[in-house]
């Protein structure tokens, strides 16, 4: 059974940096395509970015040029590194995958989901 585990969220200040990881329990090259998602109170889940089996990567308007997503340093790993991180990325972000055709930020397409790790921030 597949599983996505993330972490690397927390509390940061505006302006600040983290740094979030995603472990599977397969190699990452199982996938066509892996991404973050991420979901504020009181708001639909968003796509965020998401890479593919080439490393690829697509960003979400709302935090290009912020937000970095890459393949880990390991085989089994994808990190999203965020900079300039605003009150408005509060939310809780998720790690998903999929092995279809394709990679975009449409969630309808990854049937892999991680639990989810919070990011908080604070002006």
């Known amino acids: 059974q597949v599983k996505l585990v993330e972490s690397g969220g927390g509390s940061a200040l505006a302006g600040g940096s983290l740094r979030l990881s995603c472990a599977a329990s397969v190699y990452t090259r199982t996938f066509a395509c892996m991404g973050w998602f991420r979901q504020a109170p009181g708001k639909e889940r968003e796509g965020v970015a998401a890479?593919?089996?080439?490393?690829?990567?697509t960003y979400a308007e709302s935090i290009e040029g912020r937000f970095t997503i890459a393949k880990g340093p390991t085989k089994n790993t994808i990190e999203l590194q965020m900079k300039s991180l605003k009150p408005e990325d509060t939310a809780m972000y998720y790690c998903?995958?999929?092995?279809?055709?394709?990679?975009?930020?449409?969630?309808?397409?990854?049937?892999?989901w991680g639990q989810g790790t919070q990011v908080t921030v604070s002006s």
């Open positions: 998903a995958a999929h092995s279809h055709w394709g990679c975009d930020l449409g969630e309808t397409r990854y049937n892999y």
């Open positions: 890479i593919d089996f080439d490393g690829t990567a």
